[in-house]
């Protein structure tokens, strides 16, 4: 069965480095999603993605975060310049349409700023 | 705050129960949906519910909607060990915006 892959599982960083999360969606979606979850907490929706550009993203989705389609299968979070408050999970999720928009989700990566 | 809110936090049943979880949002919706995540895993989609539907059953799983209360139940028949999880209900905005709410943790005990 297609699966939404992510990469690294475990990330660790020190505080203003700079991490990139990788997500490899289903291979015939066409929306694409990241979402973090801090420790113990609710699933927070921080972007969408659709043709090349950014449909929607919260007010989470500072300056601070970026997101890339570098190539046909790949769907990258960039982080910038880390904080120990961006240490979360963070999940990548892709869904075929926009109706209905039933999203797959990755198992995650765990990110560690230190 | 647009978000899903579920209740209760916590559930604990013993197996063969059936467990009712609830949520409430607070905007209109395209539609809402249920997840349920393992323990450190990623969310794994149950069940969808448009803005102009009630009810919606998927095996032991039944999802009704009130649209003027702005909630939504999930009910789990016949629960077993294996449905031990967190369940989140999500809901849609514009069709590419959706929140999640703080999840019930259940618990089956067997």
């Known amino acids: 069965e297609p699966e939404v892959t992510q990469t690294p599982s475990h990330q660790v960083t020190q505080m203003g480095q700079e991490v990139i999360l990788r997500c490899v969606p289903i291979s015939n979606h066409l929306y694409f999603y990241w979402y973090r979850q801090i420790l113990g907490q609710k699933v927070e929706f921080l972007v969408s993605f659709y043709n090349n550009e950014i449909s929607e993203k919260s007010e989470i989705f500072d300056d601070q975060f970026s997101v890339e389609r570098p190539d046909g299968s790949n769907f990258t979070l960039k982080i910038r310049s880390t904080k120990l408050e961006d240490s979360a999970m963070y999940f990548c999720?892709?869904?075929?349409?926009?109706?209905?928009?039933?999203?797959?989700f990755g198992a995650g990566t765990r990110l560690s700023v230190l | 705050s647009q978000q899903g809110e579920e209740d209760p936090q916590a559930l604990s049943i013993q197996e063969g129960e059936n467990a009712t979880m609830n949520c409430s949002y607070k905007t209109s919706i395209n539609n809402l949906q249920w997840y349920r995540q393992n323990s450190g895993r990623g969310l794994v989609h149950l069940i969808l519910?448009?803005?102009?539907?009630r009810e919606k059953h998927s095996g032991r799983l039944r999802v009704t909607l009130d649209t003027s209360k702005k909630s939504s139940s999930l009910l789990i028949t016949a629960s077993r060990a294996a449905d031990t999880a967190s369940y989140f209900c999500?809901?849609?905005?514009?069709?590419?915006?959706?929140?999640f709410g703080s999840g019930t943790k259940l618990n089956v005990k067997p």
């Open positions: 999500a809901t849609a905005h514009n069709f590419n915006k959706f929140y």
């Open positions: 519910i448009r803005s102009n539907e």
């Open positions: 999720a892709s869904s075929e349409g926009w109706d209905p928009n039933i999203q797959y």
